[in-house]
T-cell receptor, first 116, second 116 residues
Framework: NAGVTQTPKFQVLKTGQSMTLQCAQDMNHEYMSWYRQDPGMGLRLIHYSVGAGITDQGEVPNGYNVSRSTTEDFPLRLLSAAPSQTSVYFC???????????????FGSGTRLTVV | AQKVTQAQTEISVVEKEDVTLDCVYETRDTTYYLFWYKQPPSGELVFLIRRNSFDEQNEISGRYSWNFQKSTSSFNFTITASQVVDSAVYFCALSGYTGTASKLTFGTGTRLQVTL
């Protein structure tokens, strides 16, 4: 099925560990982004990309790294996990950066990350 | 800077009641897009509607309707004859379309509880 695939669905990390959250889409979308969802705060943009080789920071980029070597993949790296990064992470893609394509922004099913 | 305000944190209704979820936005962009997403208890984000800033026509889709008013910067969502399956968190979101730093900004969400 076409869509956005995120892995893993759940992860527990120890403080200081690093890991990569994977995101892949098969809709040939140019725009991809990562959000974190925390209780009472909605979703906040971490990083985004308007195409392969182009990335930029969002609202809460500290502690995260991204790269976009292909149109399909947009991994999010946690460099040194901290308890403040405990959250649910969503990857999204869209045909355009403003979400004008059919279906607006398509979201993955999320990764629930706990840092202890 | 753009901002989305969903003042209603939580709403409880009895099945078959009508309910309106409020959304007020702020943006300096002349072209922008407004969205509503549904997040059921299973956690995924489901796209409901996109409206561009030049189209102030109200939209109806089954039991769902949306009222966009630029004069009051509001994009309210009404569910008619609510059902238990409508129980979810609903997010209003805004994306701009100027420059290269377009991003999708979410409100903090309204949790709707529909009971029998």
């Amino acid at each position: 099925n076409a869509g956005v695939t995120q892995t893993p669905k759940f992860q527990v990390l120890k403080t200081g560990q690093s890991m990569t959250l994977q995101c892949a889409q098969d809709m040939n979308h140019e725009y991809m982004s990562w959000y974190r969802q925390d209780p009472g705060m909605g979703l906040r943009l971490i990083h985004y990309s308007v195409g392969a080789g182009i990335t930029d920071q969002g609202e809460v980029p500290n502690g995260y790294n991204v790269s976009r070597s292909t149109t399909e993949d947009f991994p999010l790296r946690l460099l040194s996990a901290a308890p403040s990064q405990t959250s649910v992470y969503f990857c999204a893609s869209s045909y355009t950066r403003a979400g004008q394509g059919a279906g607006g922004y398509t979201f993955g099913s999320g990764t629930r990350l706990t840092v202890v | 800077a753009q901002k989305v305000t969903q003042a209603q944190t939580e709403i409880s209704v009895v099945e078959k009641e009508d309910v309106t979820l409020d959304c007020v936005y702020e943006t300096r962009d002349t072209t922008y897009y407004l969205f509503w997403y549904k997040q059921p208890p299973s956690g995924e984000l489901v796209f409901l509607i996109r409206r561009n800033s030049f189209d102030e026509q109200n939209e109806i889709s089954g039991r769902y309707s949306w009222n966009f008013q630029k004069s009051t910067s509001s994009f309210n969502f009404t569910i008619t004859a609510s059902q238990v399956v409508d129980s979810a968190v609903y997010f209003c979101a805004l994306s701009g379309y100027t420059g290269t730093a377009s991003k999708l900004t979410f409100g903090t969400g309204t949790r709707l509880q529909v009971t029998l």
